[in-house]
């Protein structure tokens, strides 16, 4: 499974950003697609999960601020970032589960500007 995440770039304090992920590979099925984020000298943190069905789980941190939705038939999810604050400041890595292995994406840098 690969996985291409795309979105990041420099966004003012305030502003809104779209993260997206294709999975591309041979599997069936994918289960479990998600967003994490790592900041330099942090550990990588949960921001969101989308099972198959649409059941969402978010970080407490950007809990109504990211909204995060997956189209199946595209093995793609996105993560809508409303709202955006300078500690959000992080490299995103998508996530994606197949056959009970956790996949990773490459990470995409999201600057938020004060």
């Known amino acids: 499974v690969q996985l291409q995440a795309s979105g990041g770039g420099l966004v003012q304090a305030g502003g809104s950003l779209r993260l997206s992920c294709a999975a591309s590979g041979s599997f069936r099925s994918i289960g479990d697609m998600g967003w994490y984020r790592q900041a330099p000298g942090k550990q990588r943190e949960l921001v969101a999960t989308?099972?198959?069905?649409?059941?969402?789980e978010y970080g407490d941190s950007v809990k109504g601020r990211f909204a995060i939705s997956r189209v199946n038939a595209m093995n793609t999810v996105y993560l809508q970032m409303n709202s955006l604050k300078p500690e959000d400041t992080s490299v995103y890595y998508c996530?994606?589960?197949?056959?009970?292995?956790?996949?990773w994406g490459q990470g995409t840098l999201v600057t938020v500007s004060s």
């Open positions: 989308v099972t198959r069905l649409g059941i969402t």
């Open positions: 996530s994606a589960r197949a056959y009970g292995i956790d996949y």
